[in-house]
């Protein structure tokens, strides 16, 4: 658990900040990867095109919605007396990481 209650808020703000970020991403996601028409009028590359694209935007949204996941969960985990430890080697992962990927439950040693 996190010692600094400062620590703890600094986090819980860049929680909520990720999870609203992330809400947004995939709301775009979603109209991104709605199906292709076939009565639309454009040419067969740039339907292959545009195909390629949705697998793509598919692939993002399918990413997006699995951190949207950890990151509530994180939020709700807070208050563990775990949070903040490596779920593989039960080291404290550093403050920085944890910042940077509040939805990541590894330390960077045990991520690779």
């Known amino acids: 658990m996190l010692k600094n209650l400062d620590d703890r808020i600094e986090i819980e703000k860049k929680i909520i900040q990720e999870i609203e970020n992330t809400k947004k991403s995939i709301i775009e996601l979603k ?3 709605s199906p292709i ?3 639309c009028a454009i040419g067969r590359v740039s339907r292959m095109d545009a195909i390629n694209n949705k697998t793509i935007n598919e692939d993002a949204l399918r990413k997006a919605e699995n951190k ?3 990151l509530k969960l994180a939020h709700q985990n807070m208050n563990d007396a775990d949070f903040g430890k ?3 080697c039960n080291n404290e992962i550093p403050l920085g990481r944890i ?3 509040p939805h990541s439950r ?3 040693h045990c991520a690779s």
């Open 99 to 101: 910042l940077l990927m």
């Open 86 to 88: 490596c779920a593989r």
């Open 37 to 39: 028409s076939p009565d």
């Open 68 to 70: 949207l996941k950890g």
């Open 31 to 33: 109209e991104l990867t």
């Open 106 to 108: 590894f330390c960077v």
